[in-house]
């Protein structure tokens, strides 16, 4: 992807207006998320899925937005995409939360890790909405510490044999195609990723219900038993697995910092209309003192937000344009680069530290925000047929999924005191 401003803002210049290709794809989103608004509604108080995402949002080419057009997307850059998110999570993180683990922590996996052959066979269907993709590293074990993995898989003939459980998989009751994560049977560190086919026997999915939030998306618990994985859906190289799903992490907490605003910036809307029109005390709420610092304080976490999640998204299409320049006919080839190219190291390293910073910071102040606007609309704001009191329920777990912020205070400090400071 070209990096000019002929395609998409080039914050290098401090150009934060949009090109006219990204007003016109997200012209085409926010009309989706209105159309889909009162659906969406509906759907949380049900909890059940929103079935009318899928094919809408499909027609616009949002299944596939970030992925090369060689396999069916539109082929934007990074920064076109988390807008994209940033305006779907106006609806909520439950919506947002199907695109991270569809497109964020599903396709660009396969996009950037996969070789050719892999790419031209899942991408595809992925990008029409035909299959839906998900991401399995999580256990009842291993969250915040992916090394601690109990998923085993051995070697056997001209397939792998993989067994284990996996929690917590957003998309994973109805995912087609997903990406999981074992330690080879007999080792204790050597992990490697797989590319897998939900339609087998072997594998079991259960829905985890009774959740307090993200009412629209469904999480599962997947239990491989003795499930068949054919050679040539090996992702990478063997024992690569922990590096692939460390790259994932950088685009999933990106994510989750895009929908944190665009909850923040529905909770302003919402706040901004509740107290121009509420009376209490002789007087509209608006022009108490203490309404406006909750709203200033909403109004500064939303700005705040929005640059440094830009600046991240810089950072990784920088990255993403540096591979692009690499690239070679062979499909090894990134897996030798944090070894050989000290440049690919630094920017690689970058993006990891501005994207955890960004998803620390966002979810935080987006906790804060939605707590803020309950409050401002008192008993109003405490029933789920609120917008205000569903960013409140679903914004708790953004601060949980995608590397818990508490480790991620411990990974931003190790990073600046050096590694044998590490915390964790």
């Known amino acids: 992807m070209k990096n000019d401003n002929t395609y998409f803002s080039n914050l290098s210049q401090m150009n934060f207006d949009l090109s006219n290709d990204q007003k016109m794809f997200l012209k085409k989103v926010n009309d989706i998320c209105k159309l889909l608004r009162k659906d969406e509604e509906k759907n949380y108080l049900k909890e059940s899925i929103n079935e009318k995402v899928i094919p809408f949002f499909t027609k616009i080419g949002m299944l596939g937005c970030p992925i090369s057009k060689e396999y069916g997307g539109l082929g934007y850059d990074i920064l076109s995409y988390l807008l994209a998110l940033e305006r779907i999570g106006e609806e909520g993180s439950s919506m947002r939360t199907f695109f991270s683990c569809h497109t964020s922590i599903g396709q660009m996996v ?63 009751t109805f995912a087609k195609t997903i990406t999981t994560y074992a330690k080879e049977k007999g080792s204790n560190k050597k992990i490697s990723a797989f590319i897998i086919d939900m339609n087998s026997s072997a594998i079991k999915k259960n829905e985890i219900k009774n959740k307090i939030g993200l009412l629209t998306v469904k999480n599962a618990i997947i239990e491989f038993n003795n499930y068949q994985i054919p050679k040539e859906n090996l992702l990478g190289l063997s024992g690569n697995g922990l590096s692939i799903a460390f790259s994932a992490l950088i685009d999933g907490r990106l994510s989750v910092a895009a ?117 401002i609309f008192g008993s109003e704001g405490y029933k789920k047929t609120s917008r205000v009191a569903r960013h409140f329920l ?31």
């Not at 810089?314 to 080839?333: A, I």
């Open 110 to 172: 396969l996009q950037n890790w996969g070789n050719d052959e892999q790419k031209k066979k899942f991408l595809p269907n992925t990008t029409k909405g035909i299959d839906i993709m998900a991401f399995a590293l999580t256990e009842p074990g291993a969250g915040s510490d992916p090394s601690l993995i109990d998923t085993k898989f051995e070697e056997k003939g001209d397939h792998f044999i993989i067994s284990g459980k996996k929690h917590w998989i957003g998309n994973g």
């Open 259 to 375: 929908g944190a605003i665009g909850v923040m910036k529905d909770c302003l809307y919402e706040t901004l209309r509740y107290s121009k029109n509420r009376n209490q005390h002789g007087s509209v709420l608006a022009k108490k003192q203490l309404i406006q610092q909750h709203i200033s304080q909403i109004i500064v976490a939303i700005e705040s937000s929005k640059w440094l999640l830009y600046k991240a998204a810089l950072n990784r299409q920088n990255l993403q344009d540096y591979l692009e320049r690499l690239k070679t006919e062979d499909d090894e080839w990134i897996f030798t680069l944090n070894r050989n190219n000290k440049k690919y190291s630094d920017l690689r390293n970058e993006c990891d530290r501005i994207a955890a910073i960004a998803k620390y910071y966002t979810t935080n102040v987006s906790f804060d925000v939605t707590n803020r606007s309950l409050q």
């Open 394 to 424: 679903d914004s708790r777990a953004t601060t949980i999924y995608e590397g818990a912020n508490e480790v991620l205070e411990l990974k931003i400090a190790s990073e600046a005191l050096g590694n044998e400071y590490t915390a964790y």
